[in-house]
């Protein structure tokens, strides 16, 4: 399962509720160049130029490729 991809507004919108305070007072910023990368890719994925891929599919390309270096 996807989670962001699966969910609805509502719980999309709930979660970025909660998480809204810490992020506004964060002091954590992206760079200029990293926010790009991230508009990039969320049209990518808007458009469906690109699809998510559930964590046990990223984990398992992770330590493949550990295991190949």
Known sequence: M???????DKKIN???EILEDGLRD???????????????RR????SGKTKPAPW?????RIRAKR???
């Open 2 to 8: 996807v989670y962001l991809a699966d969910a609805d």
């Open 14 to 16: 709930a979660l970025y």
């Open 26 to 40: 964060s002091s954590f910023k992206l760079t200029d160049e990293q926010m790009e990368i991230v508009e990039n």
């Open 43 to 46: 049209s990518e994925f808007l």
């Open 56 to 60: 046990q599919e990223v984990h398992a």
């Open 67 to 69: 295991n190949n270096s």
